[in-house]
C-alpha cells in the first residue's frame, strides 16, 4: 500500500487541497518500507490528482480536504481518511496499528470522513 500525507514541518499540514509537501510511505503488512518527500508548490487540484496517480498512491491521510478533491480522489479509487492531525510520524504508526480513531488524532471542528 502507498500512503500519502500532507505535511507541514513535522505534522499533518491542515488542508490537502494546499499543502506544499507530501510523504509518500510504502507499506508492507503494515509495516514501512519506504518513504519519500514530494514537493508540491503551487499545484492545481487536477495536477495534484495526476500527481498521486502517478505516484500510485492508494490512500491519503490528510486534515482538511475540500468536497471536490475529496471527490476527485474517489473517483481514481484513491483512499482517503480527513479530520486527522499531530505529528506525521505518530499517525503513520497509528494507520499501522489501526488506531487513527484516537481522539488525539481528530482534527478539532473536523468530522472523519474515510
Known sequence: MRVAVPIYRK???????????????????????????VFLD???????????????????ICGGI???????LQNCGIESISGITGDVEDVITAFCRN???DSKFMMPGCNFRE
Not at 499533518?12 to 510523504?23: A, N
Not at 510511505?25 to 519519500?36: G, Q
Not at 475540500?66 to 476527485?72: A, G, I, R, V
Open 11 to 37: 505534522r499533518i499540514s491542515p488542508v490537502l487541497d494546499f499543502c506544499e509537501r507530501l510523504l509518500v510511505v510504502d507499506l508492507v503488512e503494515n509495516s514501512e518500507v519506504e518513504r519519500k518527500e
Open 42 to 60: 503551487e499545484m492545481s487540484l487536477s495536477d495534484r490528482l495526476t500527481l498521486l496517480q502517478r505516484l500510485e498512491v492508494t490512500m491519503v
Open 66 to 72: 475540500s468536497d471536490t478533491l475529496y471527490h476527485m
Open 99 to 101: 488506531q487513527l480513531n
